[in-house]
T-cell receptor, first 115, second 112 residues
Framework: DTGVSQDPRHKITKRGQNVTFRCDPI?????LYWYRQTLGQGPEFLTY????????KSRLLSDRFSAERPKGSFSTLEIQRTEQGDSAMYLC?????????????FGPGTRLTVL | EDQVTQSPEALRLQEGESSSLNCSYT??????LFWYRQDPGKGPEFLFT???AGEEKEKERLKATLTKKESFLHITAPKPEDSATYLC?????????????FGRGTSLIVHP
């Protein structure tokens, strides 16, 4: 399967714990995005990378969230000291750089539940 | 700031009953408008990219069209398997950003 993969698919944690999610993009894609989606909403942008460089972060992104893409391949998203409001689907998407807007290909998502 | 509004929020159709979903947008310089399909508990699945007013794209029972202010996703003779949430997103050209803005989606249910 050459699509975007995410791990784990589901994560249940207690408030205050740290969690880390992984995303493996399509191999030739140099841009990788993280989104958060709650019920009845569209995906909300969190951050994105071009190769290993983190180019933008949402102004709404708490400093408890951090993301890395150390070798320009897979990426990790860590949430420290989780809160119940962090419960959501976390989506990863990848695309290729281009002058035009290029469609993104999404992974299956990681469903986070904070108790 | 780019904005996307999708309507209706929910749509129920009988199998074979054609209809259209609307995506209204405001953006500074359109780089692209995207349609996605999302099934419950899954990531969005890419359907179409439209770049300029007047452009149209088709795939099976779906046809996407674009004007300077809105896009329509026309569904012809839908089947129950077309039931899903359809998301619209735009990517503007302001500030060199490559961040798409998504609408809240239209939830489509097609009854047999």
């Amino acid at each position: 399967d050459t699509g975007v993969s995410q791990d784990p698919r589901h994560k249940i944690t207690k408030r205050g714990q740290n969690v880390t999610f992984r995303c493996d993009p399509i191999s030739e894609h140099n841009r990788l995005y993280w989104y958060r989606q709650t019920l009845g909403q569209g995906p909300e942008f969190l951050t994105y990378f071009q190769n290993e460089a983190q180019l933008e972060k949402s102004r709404l992104l708490s400093d408890r969230f951090s993301a890395e893409r150390p070798k320009g391949s897979f990426s990790t998203l860590e949430i420290q000291r989780t809160e119940q409001g962090d419960s959501a689907m976390y989506l990863c998407a990848s695309t290729v750089q281009g002058a035009k807007g290029n469609e993104q290909f999404f992974g299956p998502g990681t469903r986070l539940t904070v108790l | 700031e780019d904005q996307v509004t999708q309507s209706p929020e929910a749509l129920r159709l009988q199998e074979g009953e054609s209809s259209s979903l609307n995506c209204s947008y405001t953006v500074s310089g359109l780089r692209g408008l995207f349609w996605y399909r999302q099934d419950p508990g899954k990531g969005p699945e890419f359907l179409f990219t439209l770049y300029s007013a007047g452009e149209e794209k088709e795939k099976e029972r779906l046809k996407a069209t674009l004007t300077k202010k809105e896009s329509f996703l026309h569904i012809t003779a839908p089947k129950p398997e077309d039931s899903a949430t359809y998301l619209c997103a735009v990517q503007g050209a302001s500030g060199g950003s490559y961040i798409p803005t998504f609408g809240r989606g239209t939830s489509l249910i097609v009854h047999p």
